[in-house]
């Protein structure tokens, strides 16, 4: 089949069997973190969209932490991953991340999320801002200020008002479109650095140009 001869040729699908990692996604992270220092020593991850693991892998070599999976797809276990097989759309899973955390609050939070794509460019763009909007909520609850966000959405009219969302949260917010990236792919991953703990002052609070694009 045509699609199994590109996996074959693909620089990244090889690599990732050659280093042992579940996924070619894992080497987006791998450049996200080089590039932004995203993940650091001793840091508390959260993935959603966790499955097959290759994020949850490179989490726990930045880390040497736990990371939290979730997905509603299985992951096969490895040593530091906590993972909650659900819906992350579902208020009953963002239930069980609250029984694993307890008071505890994450140091990052990564969102891998992507819809089941329809070859409908329009509505494909509508389903992740959707997805993107939801991840922002475990932001809002569980990710720590000063923490840090990434996650995958896909260039389109929606991803300017999800931006605007994540600019009210993060002091810096960029975005970047890593290598392994497939050259025909419209995702772009949304880097957002420090969250804030009690908003700018107000005459920051509106100044574009405090914020990085």
Not at 43 to 48: A, E, I, P, T, Y
Not at 68 to 92: A, E, N, R, W
Request: hydrophobic share 35%.
């Amino acid at each position: 089949m045509r699609w199994k001869e590109e996996r074959r040729r693909d620089f990244f699908y090889r690599e990732a069997k050659r280093l042992g990692y579940r996924s070619r996604s894992a080497f987006k992270l791998i450049e996200i973190h080089n590039r932004f220092n995203i993940i650091r020593k001793g840091d508390l991850v959260l993935d959603l969209g966790a499955s097959p693991g290759g994020w949850s892998q490179v989490a726990l070599e930045c880390s040497g932490n736990k990371v939290i999976g979730v997905d509603i797809l299985p992951v096969k276990s490895m040593d530091g991953l906590i993972f909650i097989k659900g819906d992350v759309t579902s208020p009953d899973t963002k239930e069980e991340v609250r029984k694993v955390l307890g008071n505890e609050k994450v140091d990052v939070v990564l969102s891998d999320l992507s819809p089941n794509l329809s070859g409908n460019r329009y509505l494909d763009q509508a389903r992740s801002f959707w997805l993107c909007m939801k991840a922002l909520e475990y932001v809002d609850e569980f990710l720590k200020d000063g923490g840090r966000f990434v996650c995958k959405g896909f260039e389109g009219s929606d991803l300017g008002n999800f931006l605007k969302e994540v600019k009210k949260r993060f002091v810096i917010v960029k975005k970047f479109s890593p290598k392994a990236s497939r050259k025909r792919s419209r995702e772009i991953y949304i880097i957002a650095i420090n969250k804030k703990s009690l908003g700018l002052p107000p005459h920051l609070e509106d100044d574009e140009d405090y914020h990085e694009d």
